[in-house]
């Protein structure tokens, strides 16, 4: 059964920083990664999404990247801004492309 | 670019009563879903459909949960009798196509039961 984790749980950096948010998964037989972010109280907005044959995949200051070998993936963010603050979850596709697994999210805060 | 809409964006309910999370996925796409998050929770899956059957539950869809697709466009999830712990934000998703690229969430309801 997939697992997937995120460190850390929350991060707060000021603005600027370049950050990394951390994604594990336990089984290497996905189909793709993606990532979200959530608002407080609201749905779930699409950033970046990497399928399994990519390494990478870059939107803006935001790049994502994959190693299935290790079952891994991680979120750069570049010169965080007060409106990155949100919390930001990974989610894995498995194989049969019927759900999505996802991780418990990373909150985070720029501080101004 | 094209969104997936859930309505009423929060609902509040009694315990024991039932109620219909309503969906409209995007208009080209077979696959529908719900997921759920539990206030301080992950997001998790609940149920897929597809071709006016379910085609994959979790062990969370339950007999008091149920799934319809009552005309061409929209897509419901229906609690039978609420109980306290179905308070969550209830997603519903859609996709073209099984492994999709394209796997659209919609805002959610928060549904609360008092």
């Known amino acids: 059964k997939q697992e997937v984790t995120q460190i850390p749980a929350a991060l707060s950096v000021p603005e600027g920083e370049n950050l990394v948010l951390n994604c594990s998964f336990t089984?290497?037989?996905?189909?793709?990664l993606q990532w979200f972010r959530q608002d407080p109280g609201k749905g779930l907005t699409s950033l970046l999404l990497?399928?399994?044959?990519?390494r990478e995949q870059t939107s803006g200051r935001l790049n994502a990247s994959l190693d299935k070998s290790s079952g891994r993936s991680t979120l750069y963010i570049a010169a965080s801004q007060p409106g990155d603050s949100a919390t930001y979850l990974c989610?894995?596709?498995?194989?049969?492309?019927?759900?999505?697994?996802f991780g418990p999210g990373t909150r985070l805060s720029v501080l101004p | 670019e094209p969104e997936v809409t859930q309505t009423p964006s929060h609902q509040v309910t009694q315990m024991g009563q039932e109620v219909i999370l309503r969906c409209v996925p995007i208009?080209?796409?077979?696959?529908f879903y719900w997921y759920r998050q539990i206030l301080g929770q992950k997001v998790e899956f609940l149920v897929s459909?597809?071709?006016?059957?379910?085609?994959?539950k979790s062990e969370i869809f339950d007999d008091q949960f149920s799934v319809e697709r009552p005309d061409g466009s929209n897509f419901t999830l229906k609690i039978r009798s609420t109980k306290l712990e179905d308070s969550a934000m209830y997603f519903c998703a859609s996709s073209e196509y099984r492994n999709s690229l394209r796997y659209t969430f919609g805002s959610g309801t928060r549904l609360t039961v008092v």
């Open positions: 089984d290497s037989a996905i189909y793709n």
């Open positions: 459909f597809y071709n006016n059957e379910i085609s994959e």
């Open positions: 208009s080209n796409h077979l696959y």
């Open positions: 989610a894995a596709l498995d194989n049969y492309g019927q759900n999505f697994v």
């Open positions: 990497i399928q399994s044959s990519q």
